[in-house]
């Protein structure tokens, strides 16, 4: 089974920068016809798409970090990541990584982003 392992969450301070990662636990042959996502979800609201690069490094990106955020992947190293600039306390969540296609979908454990002074 694979699984999904992300890094680099934790506290900063409003207008500070965090970078994400998310890398599988195996490799994956497809790996590179899959799409990756970037979900978060803040206490007592609904999960929400916060930023997704498709297989042929297509972007989109949720409306609120457009201009902040940067979504970029490597398939060498099996691993999406979420450059997050100029943070703002409503950035503060727990971030799920996602990968997919139409055979298979896999998440990670969700890592914790808190932004405050």
């Known amino acids: 089974q694979v699984q999904l392992v992300e890094s680099g969450g934790g506290l900063v301070q409003p207008g500070g920068s965090l970078t994400l990662s998310c890398t599988t636990s195996r490799n994956i042959f497809t790996l590179f016809a899959m799409d990756w996502n970037w979900y978060r979800q803040a206490p007592g609201k609904q999960r929400e798409l916060v930023a997704l690069i498709t297989s042929r490094d297509n972007t989109n990106y949720l409306d609120s970090v457009k201009g902040r955020f940067t979504i970029s992947r490597d398939n060498d190293k099996n691993t999406v990541y979420l450059q997050m600039n100029s943070l703002q306390p409503e950035d503060s969540a727990v971030y799920y990584c996602?990968?997919?296609?139409?055979?298979?979908?896999?998440w990670g454990q969700g890592i914790q982003v808190t932004v405050s002074s």
């Open positions: 996602n990968l997919n296609d139409d055979r298979a979908e896999y």
